[in-house]
C-alpha cells in the first residue's frame, strides 16, 4: 500500500512564475490537507480538502493560493506569481476520516529564486 | 498564548537514558492528540496517539492531562535512532472551524550520543 505521495520533490522558480504542487493521498483515503514549513518553523496548516470540496481553508493566504482536489486525480496546491517567502516545505497529508490521524507525504521543497 | 507550545530543547542525553518531552496547548475543546517526529528536512511521521488513559508502545509512553491541558512523552532505554524532532500534535476544534486541521508545535529537538 503506497503511502501518500507528492510530486515533484523540489521545485525551483523565478519570482512571477506559478507553482503546481501536486499530492495522491493514500488509498483509501478521501482527506487531503496542506501544511506548509518555513525554515526553522512548525508545520502551519493551509487548506483541508475532500473530493471536490474544500472543507476549511482558513489557514490559506487569500491571495495568490489555491486548492483543489478533483474528483479523478491528484490534489493540487497552486501558487501564482511567486515571490521569495514562498520559499518552504509544503506537505500534504490524508486520513481516511475527519479527525483521524493523517499520514504525511515526503513534501515538496519549493525554492523561489 | 501560543496554541501549542513545546519547550524547543535541544536535549542532549546519552544512550540508554530516559527523556520526557512536555506541550501545553490552548483550546480546551481539542479533542484528538498525537506525537510525531521528524527527522531534518523529513516529512512527519505519527509516532502515537494520545489518549487521557495514557498509552504506551514500546520504551515510548503518551500522558495527556485534560485539565491541565498537558501532553506529555515519554522514551525509554533512548537510542541513537531516536535522534529526532519531537512534535506535539493537537486537533483544531470548531471555533468557526473544521475538525481536520492538526496544529503542530514547533517541535523539542533530542540528540542522543553514544
Known amino acids: 500500500n503506497a503511502g501518500v505521495m507528492q510530486n515533484p520533490r523540489h521545485l525551483v522558480r523565478r519570482r512571477g512564475q506559478e507553482a503546481r504542487l501536486r499530492c495522491s493521498p493514500m488509498k483509501g483515503h478521501s482527506h487531503v490537507y496542506w501544511y506548509r514549513q518555513l525554515p526553522e518553523e512548525g508545520l502551519k496548516f493551509m487548506v483541508y480538502?475532500?473530493?471536490?470540496?474544500?472543507?476549511?481553508e482558513s489557514g490559506m493566504p487569500k491571495e495568490r493560493f489555491s486548492a483543489e482536489f478533483p474528483k479523478e486525480g491528484p490534489s493540487i496546491l497552486r501558487i501564482q506569481q511567486v515571490v521569495r517567502g514562498d520559499s518552504a516545505a509544503y506537505f500534504c497529508?490524508?486520513?481516511?476520516?475527519?479527525?483521524?490521524?493523517?499520514?504525511f507525504g515526503p513534501g515538496t521543497r519549493l525554492t523561489v529564486l | 498564548r501560543k496554541e501549542v507550545e513545546q519547550d524547543p530543547g535541544p536535549f542532549n542525553v546519552p544512550e540508554g537514558a530516559t527523556v520526557a518531552f512536555n506541550c501545553t496547548y490552548s483550546n480546551s475543546a481539542s479533542q484528538s492528540f498525537f506525537w510525531y517526529r521528524q527527522d531534518c528536512r523529513k516529512e512527519p511521521k505519527l509516532l502515537m496517539s494520545v489518549y487521557s488513559s495514557g498509552n504506551e508502545d514500546g520504551r515510548f509512553t503518551a500522558q495527556l492531562n485534560r485539565a491541565s491541558q498537558y501532553i506529555s512523552l515519554l522514551i525509554r532505554d533512548s537510542k541513537l535512532s531516536d535522534s529526532a524532532t519531537y512534535l506535539c500534535?493537537?486537533?483544531?476544534?470548531?471555533?468557526?472551524?473544521?475538525?481536520?486541521?492538526?496544529?503542530f508545535g514547533k517541535g523539542t529537538k533530542l540528540s542522543v550520543k553514544p
Open positions: 480538502l475532500q473530493k471536490e470540496n474544500i472543507i476549511d
Open positions: 500534535v493537537v486537533n483544531k476544534r470548531n471555533y468557526g472551524g473544521s475538525q481536520g486541521n492538526l496544529i
Open positions: 497529508a490524508s486520513s481516511p476520516g475527519t479527525g483521524d490521524e493523517q499520514f
